[in-house]
């Protein structure tokens, strides 16, 4: 095998010197970042080679039609590039390929009936691009094919029947298309089927009773957002290999089959909008078999019909159980204190029932990072037991109850929470103090609170005058108690009265230094109120502007196209929470092509949540990279009601964020693939490492991202990563004038770079800082907040401190486990040379979070220093 880094090849283009290596026979230049075109003259030399990869760059071009001269290919790997135009007819001249892969791309055009003609092909993946058409009838001649890909092509008509004639199928992948009618009954004789997807089309019918007993391989089904009613089939207990069934956003009715609980490896089980039913005790009786799933980890019921009082076989649960929906049905009665006994649950969903009773503080017991309790009628106070969960991080919704009493002052212990809704209680009294504590809350809705708000000068060493105009007027209003040198101000402070006026004249420039600052307290006072809306007209006009910009550019959407794409912003499509917004999934026209979309939903009620969009926008108009989310198109208007509403649409990249893989693998689905092995996180590292290098380096602008987290880097099917969330983003410019550089606290706790917190300008060194964060938590698995040791050692010192001696100690242990994929190292699996190159990456991550900004590595070293690394883990340095 041949291997080619970027570094080796000139203008990162693939040279035409290839077509003298006339004996080739095996040519990868599998992740280099290279650019250009396929050339067409250089490979069709090539007639000994049996083995060509090209895949995850950046090539751009149509695949070259002489690519069928190449008689002698068994694999042939283009995934994951830029390539457009067509599928050439040409490439079913291969008749020994075994391998074809072309997803990831921007292909159009039909499949090519002619590829039916390849007998020997085990594997087909063309899924991921911009096709049209239906399903050739042809591929059901591919009788030896085990992997067939065709997700998210946008192709239209039924299932063909002839590929039920596929009996050595294993994994077929037809998700996100236009596929309508029924399935095909033959589908059903592909009895070695492990994976079958065939969510989010418009497939229609009922499944047949017999299901379970033809698929008894079965281990994945997705079966989610389509048109499928009737009944569950019982018989699909037979399918005792099965680990996920996803039957999510059908119109399935009727009770749910207690003999799903025969399944024992069952970890995800989502039958969430549909029409099931569980009206008595014995409707319930399914709750009661799952606790024979010993590995159950997310079940979604949202959406049903489920009603009566939740029974107590629900505590019974798998103690492996991290998700629970059963929002949006109309259960009754008290939620159960031994809920509290789901010791790993991380998102509890209850909904919009009909709840009654307090909340049980055992909840406490859960480390919830989810909690959605809204719309209920539940009594009582808020217990500060929940209040004090370290673990509550991203939602904690109590609104539209019926709670009393105040919020309790342990509101401030929620130091990680990112929204906080208890509006539309009967919850009184004063706003805590201590809600000043929760530094990452971006959205907070307390409405029914009382209280002033207050200036408090207390205990520090003002001396001189007190003025008595303004707030100075009312004693209740302000409080100067521990200043021993003031003097006047009202009768009711009862200070001294202050000295002669040629004493006053001797404080009165030192008195500028205390005075100027409580002055600017009270303009602002004043004066925001009447720049706010003089501001927000100009930001108003910059948004519009930018916008306007944006959707000229870019196909339009409406308000109306993004509801219908998300079923209304419904909350089985959301896919994540950040401070200024939501994020929803949604399947929409674009360009004329049904294609799935991320949808990012501005909440413009949350402070800053305008200038966050002003600042993706201007970030997103200028930036093409292939580790950078790709914005498709804006939305800027008005909602049903009547109200501004601002989104922006962008490529949806199916494979959730770096923080899920590293924190919480079980949000993979539990395949067994779930834990990233040493050279996929090194080559995650190089994508980031990529895009920050674009970004500062080659744009004629410097763009600072701000925000650099595992959570704001998205991972598609390959593993390629994405860099998203330009909320943050700042403009460099040359020109001071123009520059939106600020000085600010810009990022998240963890990540931030030092300078930041004394008032630094934003820089670049800060996205190198956060870089080399990033850096140490993909390679220790912790988290930069996470508690290092007893001394409280920051992470970069935690890992400082263990190099070189002890570094096996610090390392994320899962990159031990199992052997290496043969993929990438085909002739060694020396852990020592793991533990050298490991060493090696941590080292960069250590240089480049130096605390000095001027000590920092530069981003174009630390990508190089990468590269040096991945090959020589890989064996080709």
Request: glycine share 8%; proline share 5%.
């Amino acid at each position: 095998m041949v291997y080619f880094n970027n570094d080796n090849l000139p203008a990162g283009e693939i040279p035409e010197e290839f077509g003298t290596l006339v004996d080739l026979q095996s040519l990868s230049l599998l992740y280099n970042n290279l650019s250009g075109s396929i050339p067409a003259n250089s490979f069709q030399t090539l007639r000994k080679l049996q083995h060509l990869s090209l895949a995850k760059n950046k090539l751009s071009g149509v695949i070259p039609h002489s690519l069928g001269n190449l008689t002698s290919l068994t694999y042939l790997l283009l995934n994951n590039n830029s390539l457009t135009g067509t599928i050439p007819p040409s490439l079913s001249e291969l008749f020994s390929l075994t391998k074809l892969g072309l997803a990831g791309n921007n292909l159009t055009g039909v499949i090519p009936p002619s590829l039916g003609n390849l007998s020997n092909l085990l594997w087909l993946d063309i899924g991921y691009n911009y096709l049209t058409g239906t399903i050739p009838m042809s591929l059901g001649n591919l009788y030896s094919l085990t992997l067939l890909e065709l997700s998210e092509t946008q192709l239209m008509g039924p299932i063909p029947p002839q590929l039920g004639g596929l009996s050595n199928l294993t994994y077929l992948g037809l998700e996100f298309n236009n596929l309508t009618g029924q399935i095909p009954d033959s589908l059903f004789n592909l009895s070695s089927i492990q994976l079958l997807s065939l969510q989010s089309n418009n497939l229609q019918g009922s499944l047949p009773g017999d299901m379970g007993n033809k698929f008894p391989q079965l281990e994945y089904l997705y079966l989610g957002v389509n048109e499928f009613h009737g009944f569950i089939p019982s018989s699909l207990c037979n399918s005792t290999n099965l680990r996920d069934l996803v039957l999510e956003y059908n119109q399935f009715s009727g009770p749910i089959p207690p003999y799903l609980g025969q399944l024992d490896g069952l970890f995800r089980l989502e039958l969430g909008v549909n029409q099931l039913e569980a009206r008595d005790p014995t409707d319930w009786n399914f709750l009661t078999s799952l606790t024979n799933c010993s590995i159950l980890s997310h079940l979604g019921l949202s959406a049903n019909n489920l009603g009566g009082m939740l029974p107590s076989s629900i505590t019974n649960l798998s103690t492996t159980l991290q998700i629970l929906y059963i929002d949006y049905n109309a259960i009754e009665g008290d939620i159960p204190e031994a809920l509290g006994n789901l010791t790993i649950l991380t998102q509890l969903r209850l909904a919009e029932n009909q709840l009654t009773g307090n909340i049980p503080s055992s909840l406490a017991n859960c480390p919830l990072n989810w909690l959605d309790l809204q719309g209920n009628m539940l009594t009582g106070p808020v217990p500060k037991e929940i209040l004090q969960m370290p673990s509550l991080s991203v939602f904690l919704d109590m609104q539209n109850n019926m709670l009393s009493g105040p919020l309790p002052a342990e509101v401030g212990s929620l130091i990680n929470l990112q929204q906080l809704d208890i509006s539309n209680n009967r919850i009184s009294g004063e706003i805590p103090k201590s809600l000043g504590e929760c530094l990452l809350l971006g959205y907070l809705n307390l409405r029914n609170l009382t209280g002033i708000i207050s200036l408090n000068l207390s205990f520090n060493d003002f001396y001189g005058v007190v003025p008595k105009q303004g707030i100075f007027q009312n004693s209740s209003a302000f409080s100067i108690t521990g200043n021993s040198r003031l003097c006047g101000g009202i009768p009711e402070l009862r200070l001294p009265s202050c000295p002669s006026k040629v004493y006053q004249k001797h404080h009165s420039q030192k008195m500028k230094l205390i005075i100027a600052p409580i002055a600017a307290i009270l303009g602002c006072i004043i004066l925001v109120p009447l720049l706010v809306v003089r501001f927000s007209r100009c930001r108003s006009l910059r948004n519009s502007q930018t916008s306007e910009t944006l959707m000229n550019e870019r196909p339009r959407v409406t308000y109306g196209d993004l509801a219908r794409a998300t079923e209304g912003f419904s909350s089985t499509n959301l896919i994540g929470n950040g401070s200024f917004g939501s994020v929803y999934k949604g399947f929409t026209n674009y360009d004329g092509k049904a294609t799935s979309v991320a949808i990012k939903v501005f909440n413009l009620q949350q402070h800053g949540a305008s200038q966050s969009f002003l600042a993706e926008c201007q970030a997103l108009r200028y930036v093409r990279h292939r580790n950078l989310v790709k914005i498709l198109t804006v939305c800027s208007g008005f909602d049903s009601a009547g109200n501004d509403f601002k989104a922006l649409v962008y490529e949806f990249i199916p494979n959730g964020n770096l923080d899920e893989w590293l924190h919480n693998p079980s949000r993979r689905d539990g395949l067994a693939n779930s834990l990233l092995d040493i050279n996929q996180r090194i080559s995650i590292a190089i994508d980031v490492a990529s895009a920050l290098d674009y970004l500062h380096n080659h744009k004629p602008t410097s763009i600072v991202h701000c925000d650099l987290k595992p959570s704001n880097i998205l991972l598609d099917h390959d593993l390629v990563a994405y860099v998203a969330d330009f909320g943050l983003a700042t403009f460099l410019y040359e020109d001071a004038n123009q520059s939106t550089s600020i000085r600010a606290l810009k990022g998240t706790i963890g990540y931030i770079a030092p300078e930041y917190g004394i008032g630094n300008e934003v820089s670049t060194y800060g996205d190198i800082f956060s870089y080399g964060i990033l850096l140490l938590e993909l390679f220790t698995e912790k988290r930069p907040t996470d508690s290092t040791s007893e001394e409280g050692f920051s992470l970069h010192q935690y890992v400082e401190m263990a190099l070189p001696q002890k570094i096996t100690e610090v390392i994320d242990q899962n990159l031990f486990l199992g052997e290496h994929s043969e993929a990438y190292k085909p002739d060694k699996s020396d852990m020592e040379i793991d533990i050298v190159c490991i060493t090696s990456v941590l080292t960069v991550g250590i240089q480049c979070s130096k605390e000095e900004p001027a000590e920092r590595m530069q981003i174009t070293d630390a990508l190089r220093e990468l590269h040096r690394i991945r090959e020589k883990l890989n064996g080709t340095l």
